[in-house]
């Protein structure tokens, strides 16, 4: 098939570029539908009925290119969504050490029981950070960091705070 002979290349190639077009042409034709030439571009994917087609064919009547970000790689719509990626895995392994630790001496999720947890906790990470602090780098009972510790205590906190502003 060549993509060049479908009615509305013109117009795509406007919007997008002819390279562009032709590619997208071509992997349409390759997909094995059967173009008839007189075609528009909307008739030529198999999602020409969808929200996405109706989406696409109107970016291009308005003249707008309907995939900015379009490579020849792969595209994946995920840059505003969070990158687990960027924590630190071997300090949140010291945390879960610090978890696993409370949970042999009290119990699994015993931390979320405590009364008045939220300051309790405050405190905690307040005594571990001055323990680190001061250059006492590991608690003596556990074995690990002040710093995990306190960690593990933030996240306690932070717990607390979301769960009092979902009531």
């Not at 119990?107 to 680190?132: F, I």
């Amino acid at each position: 098939m060549k993509a060049k002979k479908l009615r509305c290349f013109k117009k795509v190639a406007k919007v997008i570029g002819e390279e562009r077009a032709e590619e997208e042409l071509e992997i349409v034709g390759d997909s094995g539908l059967t173009i008839n030439t007189s075609y528009t571009l909307s008739a030529c994917f198999h999602w020409y009925s969808s929200p996405q087609g109706y989406s696409f064919w109107d970016s291009i009547n308005k003249g707008i290119d309907p995939c900015p970000n379009m490579k020849k790689e792969g595209v994946k719509h995920d840059g505003e969504k969070m990158r687990p990626s960027l924590l630190p895995v071997e300090s949140l392994e010291q945390i879960l050490e610090v978890l696993e630790f409370g949970a042999k001496k009290y119990a699994p999720d015993n931390w979320k029981k405590v009364e008045d947890g939220e300051q309790r906790y405050l405190d905690a990470m307040l005594r571990h950070t001055m323990s680190h602090m001061k250059g006492e780098l590991v608690d003596e009972e556990s074995g690990l960091p002040h710093m995990a510790h306190a960690g593990c205590c933030l996240l306690f906190l932070l717990h607390f705070m979301k769960e009092k502003s979902d009531e």
